[in-house]
């Protein structure tokens, strides 16, 4: 079975850029989640959906950073534009409702 | 409100030997509990998870994990270290379905280090 497929795996972009990071969540999978990994602040949730809905952004950052999810099979998340800081690893994860999230390998950020 | 402590960043094992992570928890709902490992350069891979049925949970690689609500605890056990399970291990709480909470709190990991 595929597994959550996050694209692109790496990205190099300069500071003021906008960047797009995609995500297909698992087939069947209701909840999507976005989280940010850095070393000083660990895993942080962004957003999560439910059946599409964005239900709780309380952890985007600030209004640089935007979260979609037009239907079940894709989301994105975009930061624009984007900063130095935002260099980090951002995964996203899936879940069919109450069970277990399933991550993606993950995009890994820089802005220089 | 829910919340996950682990403690130690680093935790150094010989070969061999037994590995416990540690992990406490808050939570105001019954809660359901969860190890992560993560690999370099990868995405997170679930471990084992306790869902509210029995109280030690076995896992893959070896692991295992036992819940105890009077200590709100979730450590984390292997008999015996092997060098392939050096990795960061992250353990994470979330609310059962029916509690309405969606979210995952993970907590700040645990680096092990496997020494040979």
């Known amino acids: 079975d595929a597994g959550v497929i996050q694209s692109p795996r790496h990205e190099v972009t300069e500071m003021g850029q906008e960047v797009t990071l995609r995500c297909k969540p698992i087939s069947g999978h209701n909840s999507l989640f976005w989280y940010r990994q850095t070393m000083m602040r660990g895993l942080e949730l962004l957003i999560y959906f439910n059946n599409n809905v964005p239900i709780d952004d309380s952890g985007m950052p600030e209004d640089r950073f935007s979260a979609k999810m037009p239907n079940a099979s894709f989301s994105t998340l975009k930061i624009q534009p984007s900063e130095p800081r935002d260099s980090a690893v951002y995964f996203c994860a899936s879940r069919v409702s109450g069970n277990t999230i399933y991550f993606g390998e993950g995009s890994w950020l820089t802005v220089v | 409100a829910q919340s996950v402590t682990q403690l130690g960043s680093h935790v150094s094992v010989s070969e061999g030997a037994l590995v416990l992570l540690r992990c406490n928890y808050s939570s105001s709902v019954p809660p359901y509990l969860f190890w992560y490992v993560q690999y370099p350069n990868q995405g997170l891979q679930l471990l084992l998870k306790y869902t509210s049925a029995a109280t030690l949970v076995k896992g893959i690689n070896g692991f295992e994990a036992e819940f105890k609500k009077s200590e709100t605890s979730f450590h984390l056990t292997k008999p015996s270290a092997h060098m392939s399970d050096a990795a960061e291990y992250f353990c994470?709480?979330?609310?059962?379905?029916?509690?309405?909470?969606?979210?995952?709190?993970f907590g700040t990991g645990t680096r092990l280090k496997v020494l040979a």
């Open positions: 994470a709480v979330s609310g059962a379905p029916t509690s309405g909470t969606y979210k995952y709190i």
